[in-house]
């Protein structure tokens, strides 16, 4: 920043230099910078003889390290972000107080935006689908802990592809029949429902690639990738059965206008990681709270507040061998793309499975190792 007029006359009054846009020079003139390191030797002299007559003064403080003073969630979009920490924040207090320890959240419009913000440690702990999770444990120290439980009891969910109730696309081979032509809406790549599950079981599976296969293709999340199937602005859209029932008390209207095409085998639940550097101590206490939420003398109350953000009944106690099914998806994915691809050589492809196999192989054992909160 630019000195004012009058520090910099005070600057020039004790023989320090300012340049001509009104900065400080580091350099200063040659007798002041002699005085100048005269005055340091003796300095650091006296400060060595007081390190050595007091030693036991400039010993380092006990370290903190174990203290938290705070914990930041983070929470995968459902609808825009503002609805989503609106859902989130009555279970979050209630957590906050059990913990004594105040909770952040972050929402973000984007998987790959929670992804980026748990790759730079701006969140603790989050609520991520499994293809997210997996890459938290890979490659940023997280964990999973739990795993969301709904109200029917279900395992898991559904992907489904949606087109319009009035729609002349009455099953896959009618879509199939129409390469170029038809619009398309779909999740993000990290996005489960949204993305990898329809396109392993869906297109993969006949060497097809959605990208390529639609005349236009959209990303958005479900919420408004139903909305632009029931407003016929696209023909066919991914989505999910939870997601689906959310979108039903929401939108019933446009909700009366869609009809699902296709349903895929069962998905697993989403989960909660958290970061592996935080405290043991810490991490099992936030295990504990959250796999005992809605559970005790309050379950009534605080089974209201899960519901908030979606037909939740609470979280059960999970670890990174929930992965496995979302590796496994991966794993598919990445062969059937692989068989469908141009090689030079059979040899080159059956290379690239075998790679495919091993890296899944050594995934699958580290998700299945041993671990605790």
């Known amino acids: 920043m630019p000195l004012a007029p009058d520090a910099t006359a005070a600057a020039l009054a004790v023989g320090r230099h300012v340049r001509s846009d009104g900065h400080l020079d580091a350099a200063l003139p040659g007798p002041l910078r002699k005085h ?18 007091f030693p036991s003064a400039w010993a380092a403080p006990p370290q903190q390290s174990g203290h938290i003073n705070t914990l930041t969630f983070g929470i995968l979009p459902i609808g825009g972000p503002s609805e989503s920490l609106a859902a989130w924040r009555p279970m979050l207090d209630d957590l906050s107080h059990t913990l004594h320890i105040p909770i952040r959240s972050l929402s973000v419009s984007t998987y790959e935006g929670l992804g980026q913000a748990m790759a730079e440690e701006r969140v603790d702990f989050a609520f991520v689908s499994g293809r997210l999770a997996l890459d938290a444990v890979i490659h940023d120290r997280m964990q999973v802990i739990a795993q969301l439980t709904r109200s029917n009891g279900s395992r898991g969910y559904y992907s489904v592809l949606l087109v319009a109730k009035d729609s002349p696309i009455h099953s896959l081979d009618d879509m199939y029949r129409q390469p170029g032509k ?4 779909r999740g993000e790549v990290l996005s489960v429902s949204g993305y990898l599950v329809p396109e392993t079981q869906v297109f993969a599976n006949r060497k097809l690639d959605s990208d390529t296969f639609f005349a236009s293709v959209s990303v958005d999340n479900h919420q408004n990738n139903a909305l632009a199937v029931a407003n016929n602005e696209v023909d066919v859209a991914t989505n999910n059965t939870a997601d689906m029932e959310r979108f039903a008390e ?24 958290i970061r592996t550097d935080l405290p043991p101590d810490l991490r099992q206490r936030v295990a504990a709270a959250l796999t005992s939420y809605a559970k005790g003398k309050n379950a009534a109350p605080e089974l209201a507040k ?6 939740i009944s609470g979280f059960s106690p999970a670890g990174n061998e929930t992965l496995v099914p979302f590796a496994d998806i991966e794993f598919n994915l990445d062969r059937r793309r692989a068989y469908s691809a ?10 690239r499975l075998k790679k495919i196999d091993t890296e899944h192989e050594a995934l699958v054992r580290q998700l299945m190792a041993p671990s605790s909160p």
């Open 342 to 351: 141009q090689w030079v050589s059979d040899a080159a492809m059956q290379a």
């Open 306 to 311: 899960l519901h908030l953000i979606h037909d």
């Open 250 to 273: 929401r939108f019933p209207d446009q909700y009366a206008r869609l009809r699902v095409l296709w349903t895929s085998s069962l998905i697993p639940h989403a989960v909660v990681v």
């Open 36 to 53: 100048r390191s005269a005055s340091r030797r003796w300095t650091a002299l006296l400060w060595l003889a007081l390190f050595f007559a």
């Open 182 to 185: 038809l619009r398309y809406a």
